[in-house]
């Protein structure tokens, strides 16, 4: 199963200039599990630690085909993740 997974250029230094990256998972949380194992400088990016897990912080939104998601989504071969921060 392939998800085509974009980071926004504004991350673009901590993602080592990578804008689109290949994962696998079942759900969005999975594949950006993936994308921390790839680049681990994104997870203090995009999680906080909330207890014994980590969290999606407040200012990142993921979409999956266009529409918001939580890491809980379930995902399939083709689908296209975009990372967006949000900017308060």
Same mark, same amino acid.
């Given at each position: 199963?392939?998800?085509?997974? $974009?980071?926004? =250029?504004?991350?673009? @230094? ?6 689109? /990256? ?5 759900? &969005? ?18 999680? $906080?630690?909330? =207890?014994?897990?980590? @969290? ?6 993921? /979409? ?5 998601? &939580? ?18």
């Amino acid at each position: 199963m392939s998800i085509k997974l $974009y980071i926004p =250029g504004s991350l673009s @230094a901590t993602a080592k200039g990578k804008h689109l /990256l290949e994962v696998n998972g079942k759900t &969005v949380g999975d594949c950006l599990n993936q994308l921390v194992g790839i680049l681990p400088g994104m997870e203090e990016v995009l999680f $906080y630690e909330k =207890g014994e897990t980590l @969290a999606l912080r407040s200012r990142i939104n993921v /979409l999956v085909n266009g529409e918001s998601a &939580v890491t809980a989504k379930e995902v399939k071969d083709g689908d296209e993740i975009r990372i967006k921060m949000n900017i308060h």
